[in-house]
């Protein structure tokens, strides 16, 4: 199974001195006995480059990228995000590019997060943002092929952190989305609906009222409320309140 057992580079070479090889071209005699040993490092480019080969790395910039380009589209003229995000994307690709890529799992990614982004965008009750969850799972369990040898799988730790990170972003969006559809209108004729005042003289049916520091045109749609009394405002046209008596 093996010719010789060395405990380093300079027994091994004594060890081979006179070994005969056979080539194509003939048989060879080595004669490394003197041979001196020389060790070429990475520079610091290739060192780069060989960590952007982990598996994991390239991963997490491609979700990196990902998330960047999403906050420029919903936020345009942000810059920072987009180009963060460009910038990952690309070091992904090389990284990618360097990789077993099953494109079955990276197109399970891609739609995991077209679920999500239509999540935000239609009322589904959690069901879109479920089938992202597992289609992020289950790509992310196969965007590296099995059978790769050395190059490894990807972590389940960075697989079960990118997806939580993920869901609960999306989650916060919505969860402020929905909130916000919730707020009462802070601006216009609809921020009035619903806020109470005091008349200011009698409303039968019109008169002045006091609401929000201000002096107010109404009229009464319920009969006739006395000066000093509380109002509510039901609706407004133009400048003029219709309240009833609060």
């Not at 006179?18 to 003197?34: A, D, E, Y």
């Not at 070429?40 to 491609?62: C, G």
């Not at 890529?101 to 990614?109: P, W």
């Not at 319920?222 to 009394?229: H, S, T, V």
């Amino acid at each position: 199974i093996i010719d010789m057992i060395a405990n380093d580079d300079k027994e091994l070479l004594q060890q081979l001195d006179g070994k005969i090889v056979q080539l194509n071209s003939g048989t060879v005699t080595l004669r490394t006995k003197s041979a001196k040993v020389m060790e070429y490092e990475m520079s610091f480019v290739e060192k780069l480059l060989n960590i952007l080969s982990d598996p994991n790395i390239a991963y997490i910039l491609m979700m990196l990228g990902f998330y960047g380009l999403m906050f420029e589209l919903y936020n345009p003229g942000a810059i920072l995000p987009g180009v963060v995000g460009v910038i990952c994307l690309v070091l992904a690709f090389y990284s990618l590019n360097t990789l077993p890529i099953n494109y079955a799992g990276l197109a399970l990614i891609l739609f995991a997060l077209l679920l999500f982004i239509l999540e935000i965008k239609i009322t589904s009750h959690g069901v879109l943002a479920i089938g992202g969850i597992i289609s992020l799972i289950l790509g992310s369990m196969m965007l590296i092929r099995r059978g790769a040898g050395a190059v490894g799988q990807l972590s389940w730790t960075v697989i079960i952190a990118t997806t939580a990170v993920t869901a609960l972003f999306f989650l916060f969006v919505i969860g402020m989305g929905l909130k916000a559809q919730r707020l009462k209108p802070v601006t216009g004729s609809e921020s009035m609906i619903g806020e109470t005042g005091e008349a200011k003289e009698e409303l039968n049916p019109s008169g002045m009222v006091f609401l929000h520091g201000e002096l107010w045109q109404a009229e009464s749609l319920g009969g006739g409320i006395k000066q000093g009394e509380k109002i509510r405002v039901k609706s407004m046209k133009g400048f003029k309140l219709f309240v009833e008596k609060a």
